[in-house]
């Protein structure tokens, strides 16, 4: 007879070690499960931190790039260099090394940017980003100025924009006298006229008045410029008139204002003749009313420039928006 001397099994103590494996086992799952969810939090974290930080830098390029064609003429001549590899643009108006304060742009950097845009501006922004350039007009009569084109793709879901207030010089026009509302009246040759009883200055006794004033002409101006006379806002015929004529050469036959630019080049040619620079004066005629509200201008433009682009716009610097955008590929 076989005996078995062992002890009792305690069904009790064992039980009890199985709860306690099933509290570990618990214990870990809910463990793995908080890592698995602070490791997803981790990579959202670390993903925002990246995206941030890559926006970030791309304002960044976007703000320098905006600077440097703003601020600064670029490398010395580069609108007239045909290598683009060694030049950085700028759309500045040259100061003679005073600092542009005032940001104005030149229509001609402008327009020599646009031509080769993406090979230039790869010396301004890094390798792998692209971008557009808009100059946008504050005068409604002014058409926006598109200089680098370019569209984000539709997977690109970053892109800087850069938006300044500039002023351009849209044409390269110049002054040569003016008459405006605040100018004075000069002595004008025609009071010295035998015959003639002069130009008298509009006051406030009288309904109409002239107003006169004196420009420098050149043989070389003739051959590099047209000349205009326009006024703004633009004068009608029945609203005044103007003489062209030299000190040594009186006239006083009156030409009526069109409502538009008018082109006088041969009536300055057959004043300065052969000589080699002369005086020439611009007698304006008005009603009073259209003095204080009017102003008149003779202007040279570049020789050619077709009539369409004579605009008063174009006298002085107009206010624009300057728009820059900047995105990864």
């Known amino acids: 007879m076989i005996r078995l001397n ?4 305690n069904f009790l103590k064992e039980n009890k070690g199985q709860v306690f494996s099933m509290d570990v086992l618990l214990a870990l799952i809910i463990i793995t499960m908080v890592i698995g969810m602070s490791a997803d939090a981790l990579d959202i974290v670390t993903f925002k931190i990246t995206d941030y930080s890559a926006g970030k830098s791309l304002d960044r390029i976007a ?27 700028g759309l500045a108006q040259n100061t003679n090394g005073t600092k542009n304060t005032t940001k104005i742009l030149s229509f001609a950097k402008i327009t020599h940017l646009e031509a080769r845009y993406h090979e230039f501006m ?23 100025l598109e200089v680098g084109n370019g569209t984000p793709p539709p997977e690109v879901t970053e892109v800087a924009v850069v938006n300044r ?72 015929e029945d609203s005044g008139g103007w003489i062209l004529d030299r000190p040594d050469k009186i006239s006083i036959e009156k030409e009526t204002f069109s409502g538009h630019p008018i082109l006088v080049n041969d009536k300055i ?21 259209h003095f204080k509200s009017s102003n008149t201008y003779l202007i040279g433009v570049p020789k050619g420039t077709s009539p369409d682009e004579v605009k008063i716009e174009y006298l002085h610097p107009q206010p624009c928006s300057f728009v820059l955008k900047i995105w990864m590929e």
């Open 63 to 89: 703000i320098d790039a905006a600077d440097i064609l703003i601020n600064t003429p670029g490398t010395p001549d580069w609108e007239n260099s045909n290598d683009t590899q060694f030049v950085t643009p």
């Open 122 to 144: 790869g010396n301004v922004i890094p390798p792998g980003a692209n971008s557009s350039l808009t100059i946008y007009p504050a005068s409604s009569t002014l058409e926006p």
């Open 269 to 289: 040619n057959e004043m300065i003749g052969d000589d080699e620079e002369v005086v020439i004066w611009l007698h304006v005629q008005m009603t009073n009313d």
């Open 165 to 236: 207030t500039v002023l351009v010089n849209f044409r390269d026009f110049k002054i040569l006298t003016s008459m405006t509302s605040s100018s004075q009246q000069e002595i004008c040759p025609h009071y010295n006229y035998t015959g003639f009883t002069g130009h008298s200055k509009p006051d406030d006794n009288s309904t109409t008045g002239w107003k006169c004033s004196c420009f420098k002409i050149t043989q070389e101006d003739l051959n590099t410029t047209d000349f205009y006379i326009l006024t703004d806002p633009p004068v009608l």
């Open 6 to 9: 062992s002890k009792p099994i």
